[in-house]
């Protein structure tokens, strides 16, 4: 007991530590010598599919001069792994329960305070471009101009500033052609926040057709656990709608759609072969989605040349699959090559805009006065655990790539504190040099930065969407510290996870309620309730 009362009284010290000093926000005026802010945001980016961080898969080298010129964030959680409510944390600094945000059937009150309408009205051009997700019109932004929901890949339809049109070309193309000329049409009296927000990597993942034949005669490898059968986790893991293995044909893989409509018992692949038919399963969807109808509707946004080197690509793919057998091991093989090519291909897109994107910083003298951040709205699994997806409080789903480049820094490092998307806002404000409202509940990391570590000394999470929505993730709730992790699981079970991260990096075994750990597992619990109380998540 004397040990647990030591600890108790550290981490309320600490927390206490952690937040910024609590003032009110107050209009401030900037001057040119202000920072710029680039808020890069992705969709869906594993922090394992980045060569910053020492990935296998791809090379990123527009993403890794970000971090050549600044900080890589190795402990960067999101505190709700899912898209809208991951963005509405970063504009706010707040959790879910306090923005109101909490799954993608939301809609987010844009009447609130967020850190674009404070930078604004200090003085900043504020401008926010690409995907939003948050069902309900922009504000605080001189200029707007986003995807409709999750945005289609080709011809995207965005609305700018309450204008709807349909636009030719590839999504990442666009989003980045609209940035560059709102860059340079901007009052260029002023210091910019730009918000550029990118619709890839997220499903269904269709590259650019020029990248269609990268990785092409690869065989990439597969995670270690790739084969997970979930033995010593919860029933969440178990229960669970992410496999790879059952992907959709059509929407995901990516074959000719008319083999899957129902009731024919034989399809035509894309050489105009008549086939018999082979039952699609899949996974993802829910009572009301069609996989086809929505490729149909995908694949028809492109133009006949892109059909055309499209059909180029897939149609021997296609040809392959319908004449050959697979077993079940077999079959899950291939839907993970076929997924994992087309997903990093679209990073490519992704790095070569970014290339762009800093061009054009460095050509007119403002990259070292830029603050820049590059960062996902999540991590993802890529076949981990022999998953897609993301939603779990598992590493490759909680921990999301963030790097960031200091202005008028040319020095990298590498930071390992407990940081999360919810310090976003203030770390924004913080370098603006604007004041850090008192309500938000995200800490500035610039001290961090500058080599004072963050003394947090855990990092709370809470997912909500169950069991409406996709994918079957139970609502779970819980903490991460550097070495362990306590997960519960509620609503529909009630059952705990523990993971020691030091030992156990894939989280394969769950020590809920051994002996050895008892000591370790109380301090979780504590910590965890803690956390909730501070937050106020009760």
Not at 74 to 93: E, H, K, Y
Not at 130 to 157: A, E, T
Not at 293 to 307: I, M, T
């Amino acid at each position: 007991m004397k040990n647990l009362f030591f600890f108790l009284f550290a981490v309320f010290f600490l927390l206490a530590c952690t937040e910024k000093k609590q003032t009110s926000p107050s209009e401030s005026h900037v001057n040119k010598k202000s920072p710029n802010i680039l808020f890069i945001m992705t969709d869906d980016h594993s922090r394992h599919a980045i060569s910053a961080y020492g990935s296998k898969l791809i090379k990123t080298p527009n993403i890794d001069e970000i971090a050549k010129f600044g900080v890589t964030f190795t402990n960067c959680a999101v505190t709700n792994s899912i898209c809208g409510p991951s963005r509405a944390v970063a504009l706010t600094g707040k959790y879910s329960h306090i923005n109101g945000f909490k799954d993608n059937r939301s809609s987010f009150d844009g009447n609130q305070q967020t850190f674009p309408k404070l930078l604004q009205k200090a003085g900043y051009h504020t401008m926010m471009i690409g995907k939003w997700h948050l069902h309900s019109p922009p504000q605080g932004f001189d200029y707007w101009n986003i995807l409709i929901g999750q945005g289609q890949y080709y011809k995207p339809i965005m609305i700018e500033n309450g204008d709807t049109s349909e636009l030719d070309g590839y999504v990442t193309d666009v989003v980045t052609d609209i940035s560059l000329k709102e860059l340079k049409k901007r009052d260029q009296k002023k210091p910019f926040c730009l918000m550029y927000h990118q619709k890839a990597p997220h499903r269904n993942w269709m590259p650019n057709v020029k990248h269609l034949n990268l990785y092409k005669d690869d065989t990439l490898p597969i995670p270690d656990n790739f084969f997970d059968d979930y033995t010593n986790r919860s029933k969440a893991a178990l229960e669970q709608d992410l496999k790879v293995k059952d992907m959709y044909m059509s929407f995901d893989m990516k074959l000719h759609p008319d083999s899957f409509l129902n009731g024919r018992d034989s399809f035509v692949d894309y050489s105009g072969t008549k086939h018999q038919y082979k039952k699609e399963t899949g996974t993802g969807g829910s009572e009301t989605w069609d996989p086809v109808f929505n490729w149909k509707h995908s694949y028809d946004r492109l133009s006949a040349e892109q059909k055309k080197e499209w059909d180029k690509h897939y149609q021997p793919i296609s040809e392959e699959f319908f004449t050959s057998s697979y077993s079940d091991k077999e079959l899950a093989v291939w839907k993970y090559q076929r997924y994992i090519k087309d997903y990093l291909r679209c990073i490519v897109s992704v790095d070569e805009n970014i290339g762009r994107m800093i061009a054009y910083l460095k050509s007119t003298g403002e990259w070292e006065n830029t603050l820049v951040i590059y960062t996902s709205d999540q991590g993802f699994f890529l076949g981990e655990h022999g998953w897609y997806d993301k939603r779990f409080m598992y590493e490759e789903s909680l921990i999301t790539p963030f790097l960031m480049k200091i202005p008028n820094s040319n020095s990298s490092s590498t930071n390992s504190d407990l940081v999360m998307n919810l310090d976003f806002a203030p770390t924004i404000l913080d370098y603006a040099g604007i004041e850090i409202p008192y309500d938000m509940q995200g800490a500035s990391l610039k001290s961090s930065v500058e080599g004072n570590p963050l003394s947090r000394q855990g990092q709370y999470y809470h997912y909500y969407e169950f069991p409406h929505g996709w994918h079957k993730v139970k609502k779970h709730y819980g903490v991460r510290t550097k070495n362990f992790k306590l997960i519960h699981y509620y609503s529909d079970i009630d059952e705990w996870e523990m993971f020691d991260l030091k030992n156990d990096p894939h989280e394969m075994n769950n020590l809920y309620g051994k002996l050895a750990y008892a000591e370790r597992q109380e301090e979780l619990h504590h910590l965890l309730d803690s956390l909730r109380a501070h937050y106020k998540d009760q």
